[in-house]
Structure formats: C-alpha cells, structure tokens
C-alpha cells in the first residue's frame, strides 16, 4: 500500500483541512464583529488551529510528537449549548449567532473525530497527540460555548 493510500494519511489529511478551514472561519469572522471580547477569542482560535495543523503535518510526514506534560492533558468539560442549537449555513450577512453555532458543532465534530483517532493509534505517542487534539478541540467548543452564552443568552 503506497503512502497515498493509507487511510490513516487520509484521515489526516482531512483533519489538516478541517484545521485550515476552522482557521479560515475564525480569522475571516474576528475580521467583522464590533465585540472586543470575541475579535480576540476568535483571534486565538485562528492561531491554536494553525497549530494543530502543524502537528498534524509533522504526523502526515513521519515526525514523532513528544509527550504531553500534565498541564497539556487537563479534561475539560463540555457544556453542550451548541448541541442542542440548529446550525444554518454560513454568508455574508451571517450573525455573530450563526457563525457561533457553526464553530461549536464544528469542534465537536473535531474533537469526537480525533478522539476516535485516538482509539485506532498504532503506537502511544500518537494516540497521546489525537487525545491532545480532542481535548484541544473540545476546549475551543468550550470556549465558544461560554462566549455565546455571555453574548447570546445574556441578551435575551
């Protein structure tokens, strides 16, 4: 089986374009909201997932993660708001509502993606960097589970 075939490459390499695509997401809408508190958060978010392209890649390309320290490993409790919350397709003229949702269920899908990655890895450092990964992912859920909380829920 050639390296193009693998399905665990395939796999990254979808993850390495959901990273992109959340990237793209979060800069592009920290572009166009008024709130401070979101424009950073949505900021951050942008760099944290180019980082976990680059983990990513380094996987795709052979290199070896190393070990997480216990502060990289802390769970993180998933709140849920998005959960239950209908998403619509994203436009132009998409609130800061709509593209909240969309983030939430986007990383959950992330996070319960490498969390099944997680599960299949072939050796310990792997699976420790897909369990980083998901936890990663499931803290940016969080994140933007709070912010829609304080920003949407408050104003009802």
């Known amino acids: ?5 693998n399905p665990i490459h395939n796999i990254l390499r979808t993850a390495i374009q959901r990273e992109i695509d959340a990237y793209t997401l979060y800069s592009t809408t920290a572009q166009k909201v008024d709130n401070p508190q979101a424009r950073d958060m949505l ?3 942008a760099a944290q997932e180019v980082g976990h392209r680059t983990k990513l890649e380094g996987l795709l390309d052979g290199r070896v993660f190393r070990v997480l320290n ?3 490993q802390k769970k993180v409790e998933d709140l849920k708001i998005t959960d239950y919350l209908i998403e619509v397709p994203l436009d132009e003229d998409s609130s800061l ?3 909240l949702i969309v983030a939430g269920k ?5 996070h319960n993606l490498y969390a099944s990655l997680a599960q299949i890895a072939d050796d310990e450092q792997t699976r420790k960097l897909f369990e980083f990964l998901a936890n990663e992912e499931l803290g940016h859920k969080r994140r933007v589970e709070t912010l829609y909380e304080q920003l949407i829920y408050q104003d009802n």
């Open 1 to 5: 089986m050639t390296i193009s075939e």
């Open 43 to 45: 900021n951050d978010l």
């Open 70 to 72: 216990r502060s990289q």
């Open 97 to 99: 509502q709509d593209v």
């Open 106 to 110: 986007r990383e959950d899908a992330s």
